[in-house]
């Protein structure tokens, strides 16, 4: 009886346990580090921040049945081409933005946050900007009609639900839609689903 295994001895269930979770630990931090080779900036799904310094659209993709973004040629942001380092901090400062003002209490990003307005993931896509805000705002770039939004959203309303103003000052608005130029790049497996799909996105 010595060598066989005893289901009523309690080391044989601790032992299984502590191997259960040793193990499961060990899963857990390999699909940890492999979800990184995907949803670091510069991994497979998210590109570098200097994304912004090309032209970003969204297209069909039918292996995938969804919506990809497809990263073109070049189309600095506000005509200006960034290094990764300057790119990086505008990330950062149009993020801290972002968190200040709690945008997420209004918006969704990844479809995170409160549904009051829309989703913000694809938004730089958004044919509202060409269709609607550049002739509103008298803008002549996406970018700039962008900010001037942001800016004084009070100003330029297109729905029944009104942003406030949130003395959100240029070099804010600046940073905020660099931010969002790249977000709109991150590879999100077609999420929203048909965004922007029933008007012609400005490609
Ligand atoms: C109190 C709620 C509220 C807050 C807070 C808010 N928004 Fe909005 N936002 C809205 C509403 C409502 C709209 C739609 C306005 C319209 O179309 O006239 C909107 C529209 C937008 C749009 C246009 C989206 C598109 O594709 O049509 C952008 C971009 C945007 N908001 C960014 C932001 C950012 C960035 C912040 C934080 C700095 C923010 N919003 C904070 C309510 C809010």
Known sequence: MANAVNIR?????????????LV??????FLTIDSYRYIAHGGINVPDYDVINQKIG????WNRHA???????????????VSEPEAADLML?????????????CHTIF???????????????????HQIWMPMTGK?????????FLMHPDKYPTWNRR????NIDEDEARATVAYLKWLSSVDTNGFPAGFGRSVPNGQ
Request: charged share 20%.
């Open 163 to 166: 942003m406030p103003n949130l």
């Open 93 to 105: 400062k149009g993020k801290l933005v972002i968190q200040s003002r709690n945008c997420m209490n």
């Open 58 to 61: 969204y297209a069909y993709d």
């Open 24 to 29: 499961m630990l060990i899963v857990l931090a």
């Open 111 to 129: 479809g995170n946050g409160a549904y009051y307005g829309p989703d913000l993931t694809k938004s730089w896509l958004d044919p509202a900007w």
């Open 67 to 81: 919506d990809v973004p497809v990263i073109g040629g070049e189309q600095p942001l506000f005509g200006k081409k």
């Open 140 to 148: 002549s770039t996406q970018e700039e009609a962008m900010v001037e």
């Open 9 to 21: 001895d309690p080391l044989f269930w601790r032992a299984g346990a502590v191997s259960t979770t």
